[in-house]
């Protein structure tokens, strides 16, 4: 069993940049080990929202995102550290959300879409909050 840890979070301005990281609160060998990890962000009174995912033991990636997004995010995983990173560009008030990082069996990767219920372990969330 592990729990995640998201970090990263903070108030930025229009227009710049953050990297949120997720790390496990136990060595899961990202890189060779069978997770899906993946970052949603929930804004206020929004629904829960996929935004990226990647495989922990092969170089998939996944972007789930709206035409707002494209271009401006990318998902990475650095396997000495056994993190996975979510680099958000160019950022807009509607970026505003908390961003919360999930594992799940690694063969849900490739599912287009998939619900935040299909992750069985998540951290608490990092507060990104962008001001103009």
């Known amino acids: 069993q592990f729990q995640l840890m998201e970090s990263g979070g903070g108030s930025v301005q229009a227009g710049g940049s953050v990297k949120l990281a997720c790390a496990p609160s136990k060595r899961i060998n990202v890189g060779t080990s069978t997770y899906c990890i993946a970052w949603f962000r929930q804004a206020p009174g929004k629904e829960r929202e996929g935004v990226a995912r990647i495989d922990t033991d092969g170089d998939h990636t996944y972007y789930d995102y709206d035409a707002s997004l494209k271009g401006r995010i990318t998902i990475s995983r650095d396997n000495a550290k056994d993190t996975v990173y979510l680099q958000l560009n160019n950022l807009t008030a509607e970026d505003t959300a908390m961003y919360y990082c999930?594992?799940?069996?690694?063969?849900?990767?490739?599912?287009?879409?998939?619900?935040?219920?299909?992750?069985?372990?998540w951290g608490q969330g990092t507060q990104v909050t962008v001001s103009s």
């Open positions: 999930a594992a799940g069996p690694g063969f849900i990767c490739g599912v287009v879409a998939i619900p935040p219920r299909r992750f069985s372990r």
